[in-house]
Every structure is written in C-alpha cells, then in structure tokens.
C-alpha cells in the first residue's frame, strides 16, 4: 500500500466508528488539508459514502464493492484472522504465496486473496480453474497446536464453515462431497485445499485455501475437468458481494476454529455429519486395488470417512478412492 488515496482509505476505514478531523488526516498522511479535501471528493466520485460534521471531521459509511485489504477490512468482526490481508489483483497462486509467508514466519491469521489466480492449484495437483474475478479465491494461515495427523480435521471444519456461509445468503442447502468439495445438486461449487508442514508431534502451520465460485455465469469444461461446476449465482440468479462473503467466512470460520480448539473435533464432526453426501448410502470403492462396496455411515476422528459392509464390518477410507 503506497499512494496517498490508498493510505486515506485505510485511515478512514481503521476509525469508521468515529469522526477523523481533516487536520488529523493532514497530519497523518503528511499532505495539505486541500490535498486531502481533494481526495474526499474523489473517493465520493468513486462510490464512497461519508458522514461529515462541521469541526468533527469525516466518517467513512459505505465503501464500494471491490475487494481490497480495506474493504474487507473495514468491518470484519475478527479478533485475529484477515486482520493482516494482502490482496492482489492478479498471482499465480495465493495458496503458493501463503505457503511461502507461512514459511517465512508470518503471523497466525495472514490472508492472501487475488482476484485472478494465473495458477490455480486443486487438490492432487489438479488445476483450479481461477482465472476470472467472479470467485472467492483466498488462502490463510494457521499455526495450531495439532499433530499432523489432525490436519485433515481443518479441511472438514472449512467445509462446514462454508456450508454455514452459503446457508447464510441463500437459501441453498449444500452437501460435501468427503474430502474437501462442496456441491450444489451434485455440481461442485467450492473446493478446499490444506496443506500443513510440520514434524512427527507438531504442526509448524497449515495454509488453508478455499476456491469458492460466487458470480461466474458459466463454465467451461476442461480436459481435466470430471466434474461439472457451478456457482452461487447460477444457482440463485443473484449477484453476490465477494467482500461480504469473504467477511463472512472470516468470522464464522474464527468462531467455529475456537469451537475446535476448545471443544476438540466432536462439535464439528457433528456439523460436517449433517450436510455430508451420501451419508447412509452405499459406496463403490477401492483398496489396495481391490472393488469393494460398503455403506457410508460414518467419519473418525483423523478424518476419514467409514464404511461398513454386510457383515457390519467397518472400514476406514484414507484416499479417495471412491466411484462416488
Ligand atoms: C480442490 O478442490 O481441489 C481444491 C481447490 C482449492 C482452490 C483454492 S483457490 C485459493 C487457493 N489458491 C490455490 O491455488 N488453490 C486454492
């Protein structure tokens, strides 16, 4: 962040629950009060909204619908996630660049968000198809007391957060798809992606990346590609702000992460339990090579989904080797 508007914009989002003084703006941004008057008027030009009182100064009311570190910022009821942001207009990947923050000892709660990402990665080195600003592409960093064979539990609990937030605004009922894919009438809608280094008893810290499509209009089915997509929109044929969502995600998934850390994995195991597809349904899988069938009646607590078959034996799946 470096021009003069957008440190203003930072100023003014930093104390929208109060009145800043020109003089006080002045004096921070080492510019005359005219300068700053000037660049007032035009952030109103450009769609932002202030209550101004004679001698109190200025309060910032509304912001424009772009995303940016401000206007998620402004707003966010968090205490510690996306309190730093660092946003981009274009990257290859932000999970690449979180890993790489994460590495370097960034703080607990960092978020990297890119309106395009020019090398989207999914899970199992797939391509994420994110070259468009219609979605939700963001990855933050975590650095929890778990041991690595917990981490799965952090893709399950993203997932229900972001059944809570599509819940939230529409009217949707979405199912996940085990591991870490969220669908819509069995479309996938949002996809998660953990990954988390550490040694045998201790997670160093786990970058935590969500894919979600929100106002795309359509998709095109690439080579790859083995599943059909859709987005919130095409869903609801409404336009979504990608500013609320991310606010939104950020504050559900910070309250339901301290859920985690205090109640361990229970509670959530519950909530994932509740939108999970095919629960009680028979599957058609896969180990070590040999097809098996087996009814899906459960998740354990590392994570994996359960399945028992006719002689009510279970068993535990770690791969997705699953013919969902
Ligand atoms: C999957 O379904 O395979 C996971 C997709 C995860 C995509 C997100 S978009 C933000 C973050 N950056 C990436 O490169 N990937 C994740």
Redesign the pocket.
Known sequence: MSSTREKLIALLSRHSNTFVSGQWLSEQLIVSRTAVWKQIKQLEEDGYRFESIPNKGYRLIHQPDKVSENTIYWGLPTEWLGKQIEHYQMI?????L?LKRAQEGCEQGLV?I?DK?T??????M?E?D?NNDD?????FVLRPNLIPAQAPQLTLLTATVLVKVIEAITELKPKIKWP??LLIDQK?V????TQAQGEHDHIHYAVI????NVNQINFQLTEMQTYQATSLKIETNQTFSKTELIQLFLSHFESLYQIYLTEGFAPIKQKWLESAYRLGEQLCFKVNGVEKTGIFVDLSDDGCLIVEDDQQKREKLYSADINW
Do not use: C, E, M
Request: aromatic residues 6%.
């Open positions: 290859d990947s932000t999970q690449t979180a990297i890119s990402q090398a989207g990665k999914g899970r199992r797939r994420w994110s979605g939700i592409w963001l990855s870490n894919d996938k949002a996809g998660i992606l990346g969500i894919g979600l």
